[in-house]
Nanobody, 123 residues
């Protein structure tokens, strides 16, 4: 089992930055791909970013490429999502996920999920 706890969400203005954290616990938490997804009201959950267990491979949604950075510190079992130049359309609940059984950008394949943290961007 892997337990995930997100933190760092909040209310910010457009153009601001925010860093989300995901603390993982469990025997395999440092050896799996980790991902961030987001879901706005009335919309499907969408892929944001993912990172390999070593941190050497990172993948991003086109909508956040160049603005968001995913990273991980395995010694602390923590994954981060640095979000810069935030836009109103980034407003959503952000969810950390672990251990995809298939494609890293397909939320249906992830085995473990956090409870989510809300990010609201005002103009």
């Amino acid at each position: 089992q892997v337990r995930l706890v997100e933190s760092g969400g909040g209310l910010v203005q457009a153009g601001d930055s925010l860093t989300l954290s995901c603390a993982a616990s469990g025997r395999t938490s440092s050896s799996v791909v980790m991902g961030w997804f987001r879901q706005a009201p009335g919309k499907e959950r969408e892929f944001v970013a993912a990172i390999s267990w070593s941190g050497t491979s990172k993948w991003y949604a086109e909508s956040v490429k160049g603005r968001f950075t995913i990273s991980r510190v395995n010694a602390k079992n923590t994954v981060f999502l640095q979000m810069n130049s935030l836009k109103r359309e980034d407003t959503a609940g952000y969810y950390c996920a672990a251990d995809p059984g298939g494609d890293y950008n397909d939320y249906t394949t992830y085995a473990y999920w956090g409870q989510g943290t809300q990010v609201t961007v005002s103009s």
